[in-house]
């Protein structure tokens, strides 16, 4: 599935003046990367000529996450139509779908043994559907090769792709994401070919389609946003029903993205947590490591948790 098109690095940016990175607290860094099981990770995906975003987007926990063989997958190529200001994923023009991907990627899945999958893709306004047949059969070669595998999907926004939500949706994955990323006034210079109420539609439209879905979103934060903007945005996403929220420090992949603003403390982060707790989300995870797919497996059974005992406390 080797993209034969030319993967560029951002060239939009590429005249743009240099953000300098600044050094991270030591709340924040982690070690390299050295474990076995993370080589054997590497080696998997490598000869099943598979993605990850672990990989794409620099993830900070990849050593963690691939040393306990969680790996999250990135179908559909690695070279996205969207040009973020945050996003370390190549721009371009992608090829066409690899018809084989949806089986690779349940062969990996079965023989990670993963309980718990996550599958992401790049945005691909190229297709009429916006991939999301793509998704629905990714969806559905996991479910036939491993039955007893929760799937998780973190989309791209299917702008302007009629259909393409409920296309996603009724293949029935167990937590539907998608990430509103930072607040609206920040939208024009750090997620441009997006719309935040495009992104908040999608998330409502997924529970009209199947209200007993979980969904989830996150948002990144030290990019200059405030207090009072992330409070609206999760009164947003509850007003959407929307069941998870994770919040994380945004890094800066390189000189050319946009510019870390500050880091958030991890005081700033368990504040955030309590507010968001006290707005009815049924789980909440916000840390500076905090990523969509970190730890996903064990806050998806967190998840389920929540709903029973909200279930069981209604019924009462």
Request: glycine fraction near 6%; include cysteine; hydrophobic fraction near 35%.
């Amino acid at each position: 599935m080797d993209d034969q098109a030319p993967r560029l690095r951002h060239p939009e940016k590429a005249h743009k003046p240099d953000n300098p990175i600044p050094r991270k607290p030591d709340w924040i860094r982690v070690p390299a990367p050295t474990s076995p099981e993370y080589h054997e990770t590497h080696r998997l995906m490598r000869g099943l000529k598979l993605h990850t975003v672990c990989e794409e987007a620099g993830c900070p926990n990849i050593g963690e996450c691939w040393k306990k063989k969680h790996a999250t997958f990135m179908i559909m190529g690695a070279v996205c139509t969207r040009a973020c200001a945050f996003c370390n994923v190549a721009t371009g023009r992608p090829n066409g779908l690899d018809a084989a991907e949806p089986r690779k990627v349940a062969e990996a899945v079965r023989q990670l043994r993963l309980s718990h999958v996550v599958i992401t893709s790049v945005d691909r306004d190229d297709l009429p559907d916006g991939g999301a047949g793509h998704f629905a059969q990714t969806i559905e070669a996991v479910r036939a090769l491993s039955p007893g595998t929760t799937v998780e999907i973190l989309t791209p926004d299917f702008m302007k792709k009629p259909g393409a939500i409920e296309h996603v949706a009724r293949a029935r994955p167990d937590v539907f994401n998608h990430n509103l990323e930072t607040v609206p006034r920040l939208y024009p210079s750090i997620r441009p070919g997006a719309r935040y109420f495009t992104s908040l539609a999608l998330l409502k439209r997924v529970k009209e389609v199947d209200p007993a879905l979980f969904t989830k979103s996150g948002l990144m934060v030290g990019l200059g946003e405030t207090k009072e903007e992330i409070g609206q945005v999760m009164d947003d996403l509850r007003a959407a029903d929307v069941d998870f929220l994770t919040i994380g420090q945004y890094l800066q992949p390189t000189p050319k993205h946009a510019a870390v603003d500050r880091f958030v403390t991890p005081d700033e982060f368990e504040g955030y947590a309590s507010l968001a707790r006290g707005k009815g989300f049924l789980l909440v995870a916000s840390s500076a490591l905090t990523r969509s797919s970190y730890h996903a497996g064990d806050d998806f059974m967190k998840l389920k948790d929540a709903r029973l005992k909200q279930q069981e406390g209604n019924s009462r």
